[in-house]
């Protein structure tokens, strides 16, 4: 205990104080000068747009796109859409349909004249579907006679007109005017065409579907003058479709 208190004594005894500490402050002059420090303007290094203050206008800056990125997003927005460019056009499709459908009304050469194949495979499908649920498995004979009835009117075509036509245009075509044979088909699942009437059904729908291949085939190729010359080998190649429909 008589340790403690001496070492009080000593440490408040250490001639530490305050008010001594108060007599080595410096104060700071702010008109004092450094006579070693040579005058250095900053502005005459610095550009215009730096020195220069600007006033605010008010308006909030809107960035721009470089010339490239623009027209970049311009051809962009201007492509035409994913169905259009693989050749689906749904317009077109139920415009030749209903071309398909009404024989006396005249085709659009314009709208004929495109290698659309998504009709035609479709109704290629539907005419093997019905046959299937009619009993009868025709899937081959169905595609095979319609490749080659295909490759034949599209040679007898350009040997025939003036003007050439593809075999794409020519494919679309006559699946298009395959619509009433498939409806054919449908009937004769519900009822047998084994008779007269079936018989007298068979005849009228080869004489639709050669009448709408024979109209568009001459409106398309200029042909106004040769369509019952081009409705002999339609009706002959829809003929051997509605054999396969009847028996």
Known sequence: MGD?????????QSGYY????????????????????????????LPDEYTTSASYTG??????????????????????????????????????????????KPADGSIMNETDL?????????????LLMAGKAHFGYV??????????????????????????????VLGYCLLPMVGLSTFAVLYSLQGLLGTLLA???IG????SASKIFS??????GQQLLVAYPCALLYGVFALLTVF
Do not use: R
């Open 4 to 12: 403690f208190q001496n070492f009080e004594q000593d440490f408040y």
């Open 18 to 45: 305050m008010d001594g500490q108060q007599e080595d402050v410096y104060s700071y002059d702010p008109a004092y000068v450094n006579p070693d420090c040579n005058e250095f303007d900053n502005s005459a290094h």
């Open 59 to 104: 308006q909030v800056y809107q960035p721009v796109a470089p010339p490239e990125q623009t027209e970049y997003i311009d051809s962009y927005e201007e492509e035409p859409p994913l169905l259009e460019e693989l050749g689906i056009n749904f317009d077109h499709i139920w415009q030749k349909t209903l071309t398909v459908l009404n024989p006396l």
């Open 118 to 130: 998504t009709g035609p495979v479709l109704f290629c499908i539907a005419l093997g579907a019905t």
């Open 143 to 172: 595609y095979g006679i319609s490749a080659l009835g295909c490759v034949g009117m599209y040679m007898l075509l350009n040997l025939m007109s003036g003007y050439s036509i593809s075999c794409g245009c020519v494919a679309s």
């Open 203 to 205: 005849l009228f729908v």
């Open 208 to 211: 639709w579907c050669s009448l």
């Open 219 to 224: 409106s398309t190729l200029d042909m106004s």
